[in-house]
């Protein structure tokens, strides 16, 4: 699975766009890119995932570039609770059917600021 | 109506001892797995069961023994407990083995 580079750390004001940015140049065609974020001592949650279009769900939106070397996650009104660490992964196809476990690196500290 | 569920939250014990860790997920998924993050927050993947079937084995102490007695159920096992096993462990489950995978709460062990 492709490897990843996120910024350590961004902070955002409540109530304003957040948009965390991921780096994934050697990503390949059948890779997916996932997002999950951990909020202080809780499991990580699934935020969203895409192949090649920008998606849309009721956490966040994941946009990603023509060429797929990079995304961004937008969480479109950032709230004090949305301060977590947030992962982009990329992960392998989900219909090859072989084991994709998900490899996490050390992702973006967000901090929300009231 | 929990999705992941992990048993015990919290483990204190003696070097030396067994223990076991319990996940349960209701989310009627095929596939489950056990996390390990360790002090410096690093996430890892342990093992993987489909279907009852361990389909992934990272290079683990063979002190740690997952065993699924059925697909909803995904246990760990772990013998002599030693300091460096003090981590959160993490269960996940999923919908065939490339599906997003959802997490429970974790579990924190700490060895003294």
């Known amino acids: 699975d492709a490897k990843t580079t996120q910024p350590p750390s961004m902070d955002c004001a409540e109530g304003r766009a957040a948009n965390l940015p991921c780096n994934h140049s050697?990503?390949?065609?059948?890779?997916?890119v996932y997002w999950y974020r951990q909020i202080h001592s809780q499991g990580p949650q699934y935020i969203i995932h895409?192949?090649?279009n920008n998606e849309t769900n009721e956490m966040a939106s994941l946009i990603i570039t023509e060429d797929r070397k990079s995304s961004t996650l937008i969480l479109p009104h950032a709230t004090l609770r949305d301060t977590a660490v947030y992962y982009c992964i990329v992960r392998g196809s989900i219909s090859s059917g072989s084991a994709r476990q998900l490899t996490f690196g050390s992702g973006t500290q967000l901090t929300v600021l009231p | 109506d929990t999705a992941v569920s992990q048993t015990p939250k919290y483990l204190v014990t003696q070097m030396g001892n067994d223990k076991s860790i319990k996940c349960e997920q209701n989310?009627?998924?095929?596939?489950m797995y056990w996390y390990k993050q360790d002090s410096k927050k690093f996430l890892k993947i342990m093992f993987s069961?489909?279907?009852?079937?361990?389909?992934i084995n990272e290079t683990v102490p063979n002190r740690f023994s997952p065993k699924s007695p059925d697909k909803a159920h995904l246990n760990l096992h772990i013998n002599s407990l030693e300091l460096g096993d003090s981590a959160v462990y993490f269960c996940?489950?999923?919908?065939?083995?490339?599906?997003?995978?959802?997490f429970g709460p974790g579990t924190r062990l700490l060895v003294l």
């Open positions: 895409g192949l090649k």
């Open positions: 989310l009627g998924h095929d596939t």
């Open positions: 069961y489909n279907n009852k079937e361990l389909i």
């Open positions: 050697t990503i390949s065609g059948n890779e997916y």
């Open positions: 996940a489950s999923s919908l065939g083995r490339g599906g997003t995978q959802y």
